[in-house]
T-cell receptor, first 114, second 114 residues
């Protein structure tokens, strides 16, 4: 079946530190991969996505590369800010005909201290 | 502006009562989804609908019901059969046209059983 495994949280960093949140997946075929961000009390916002192997998604200084050989889509940012504090979800959307849904990881809570 | 509206933002329910959560979208998206979010468990799919008058069970449909009488609306009823209904509920819609494939999330409804 399809599943997503994320790095356990919570993660606490100081401002300007380097961030990595690991994400690996199991899927039939080659899914599309996503990172979503959730700020306190809000819904999910798409942060970035990649639709095929070796694609790199990027947005707001965050990056993630679709690695088919390691079935991974790790999220990185070179210098985090306090405003990046949120919960981050890795997700996949299968490409199998009829499978029209997102499968999420458990989420990683990130806290950035000034 | 187009988007998804979930109401109410906070909802309190007595044990044994049914309650309906509203989800309305003006994005002209065909597919709509309901997810449940619990701490440390990510998002789990309750029900989804790909077209009007049709819907499918997700991974945790027991104790919930939905309807899709209009393209714009996908209400979720939490019935008294749901054993642990206290959670954050997120509605989403999806546009899939050719190479464009994206999900939009509402801001959520927090349901508390008292």
């Amino acid at each position: 079946g399809n599943s997503v495994t994320q790095m356990e949280g919570p993660v606490t960093l100081s401002e300007e530190a380097f961030l990595t949140i690991n994400c690996t997946y199991t899927a039939t075929g080659y899914p599309s991969l996503f990172w979503y961000v959730q700020y306190p009390g809000e819904g999910l916002q798409l942060l970035l996505k990649a639709t095929k192997a070796d694609d790199k998604g990027s947005n707001k200084g965050f990056e993630a590369t679709y690695r088919k050989e390691t079935t991974s889509f790790h999220l990185e940012k070179g210098s985090v800010q306090v405003s990046d504090s949120a919960v981050y979800f890795c997700a996949l959307s299968p490409r199998v005909q009829g499978a029209q849904k997102l499968v999420f990881g458990q989420g990683t809570r990130l806290t950035i201290n000034p | 502006d187009g988007g998804i509206t979930q109401s109410p933002k906070y909802l309190f329910r007595k044990e044994g009562q049914n309650v309906t959560l509203s989800c309305e979208q003006n994005l002209n998206h065909d597919a709509m989804y309901w997810y449940r979010q619990d701490p440390g468990q990510g998002l789990r799919l309750i029900y989804y609908s790909q077209i009007v008058n049709d819907f499918q069970k997700g991974d945790i449909a027991e104790g919930y019901s939905v309807s899709r009488e209009k393209k714009e609306s996908f209400p979720l009823t939490v019935t008294s059969a749901q054993k642990n209904p206290t959670a954050f509920y997120l509605c989403a819609s999806r546009l899939k046209q050719g190479a464009v494939d994206g999900y939009t999330f509402g801001s959520g409804t927090r349901l508390t059983v008292v």
